[in-house]
């Protein structure tokens, strides 16, 4: 009913990704595709907790940063590709920062709510019992807000993987979406979708490994 050109059958698009992990050295593309993933996420989070939390407990900083960070948002990331290509070349660093870019405004305004939603009660409690702001801020703040902030850690990484095939499809000759684009070159059109497959396989994986994550880290949580 359709063109297999352009719509290969399921069982050709699995054979072509086995074809691609075990004859062609898919899993190198993938591994690279991983490391830039992790690289530009945890920037982001090392960026994104701190300021967020600072934003969320400091109505001061807030009002510094807040109108930055708002403008930011909604900007879309890939609009940056030309002027990052200009400033870092094509090698690692235009991928690393468009992956930066794309989810570190979003998980800064995720922490910054779930921060002022902590209870107020607690940091009055604190307080009152001669606790320092910084203290409040280390020892009752953020780990209230801990689990919120992992769960948006969660959320903000699917948009990492999201904007992934955007940054390998610029001048890139390694990673998921380079090898799909070298797919559409010659209409390989199982090869790109074995990329999505794999992309969404990952992407679930991930996804799994931060709830495991969040129920070790935080059993009190979970309901009985």
Known sequence: MVNELLVPAPQQVFATTFDLFFNRGFGSDVMISIARVIGAFGMAIAVAVPLGVMMGSFPAIEAVFAPFVSAWRYLPA????????????????????????????????????????????LVETALTLGASRRTVVARVIFPAVLPDIMVAMRQMLAMAWTYLVIAEIVASTTGIGAMMMRARRFLKTDEILSGIIVIGVLGLVFDLGFAALHRWAFPYLQKK
Not at 91 to 118: R, S, Y
């Open 78 to 121: 890939p609009s940056f590709i030309p002027i990052l290509l200009m400033w870092f070349g094509t090698g690692e660093a235009p991928k690393l920062a468009l992956l930066f870019i794309g989810v570190i405004f979003f998980l800064i305004t995720l922490i910054m709510d779930h921060t002022k939603n902590v209870r107020e009660e």
